[in-house]
T-cell receptor
């Protein structure tokens, strides 16, 4: 019940494309869903986060779509750039859970 | 404001040895969490400390331990190292506690290699 499943494992898009990364969670007590971006040799950095009372949140080129009934959420990156090439992690937390439960990550490569 | 710092950045140990990793949280942050990152298992929660008390613990053996000091700095210790302990160990700090209300900010990690 603690898992967060993330897909795809890797993704290659052309510059300007819209990569979409999907996540599904099991724990209905989760009430906070952040996305982290990690570059090689760096720690994960918070990109954008959403709570289940909102169906969509947009920050710059990054958009989270949230489907509470399906227990799914996804990250869309508009007008992707080579600099967006990184590993993206979704996560969930909430209820009695103080720590983040992470998906396995998606390695995104944006080709020029 | 300085970010989360971790020392050392790289460490090479041999099986059976023990190791201590250090984390300094962002100034004013009182909660420190530790995560292990490996290619196979991804990011896994080790433990969380708040006001020098362990608040939460992940599913790791007792060889993994930690503590937090009065200035919120934290250390984690791994005893009797095994090859499978090779990983990137990440520290994250947040203002209070409980991920649902606080953003966790990660440090750059300590890369531990066990030979």
């Amino acid at each position: 019940q603690q898992q967060v499943k993330q897909s795809p494992q890797s993704l290659i898009v052309q510059k300007g494309g819209i990569p979409i990364i999907n996540c599904a969670y099991e724990n209905t007590a989760f009430d906070y869903f952040p996305w982290y971006q990690q570059f090689p040799g760096k720690g994960p950095a918070l990109l954008i986060a959403i709570r289940p009372d909102v169906s969509e949140k947009k920050e710059g080129r990054f958009t989270i779509s949230f489907n509470k009934s399906a227990k799914q959420f996804s990250l869309h990156i508009m007008d992707s750039q080579p600099g967006d090439s990184a590993t993206y992690f979704c996560a969930g937390t909430g209820g009695s859970q103080g720590n983040l439960i992470f998906g396995k990550g998606t390695k995104l490569s944006v080709k020029p | 404001k300085a970010g989360v710092t971790q020392t050392p950045r790289y460490l090479i140990k041999t099986r059976g040895q023990q190791v201590t990793l250090s984390c300094s949280p962002i100034s004013g942050h009182r909660s420190v969490s530790w995560y292990q990152q490996t290619p196979g298992q991804g990011l896994q929660f080790l433990f969380e400390y708040f006001s020098e008390t362990q608040r939460n613990k992940g599913n790791f053996p007792g060889r993994f331990s930690g503590r937090q000091f009065s200035n919120s700095r934290s250390e984690m210790n791994v005893s009797t190292l095994e090859l499978g302990d090779s990983a990137l160990y990440l520290c994250a700090s947040s203002l209070v506690s409980r991920g649902s209300t606080d953003t966790q900010y990660f440090g750059p990690g300590t890369r531990l290699t066990v030979l």
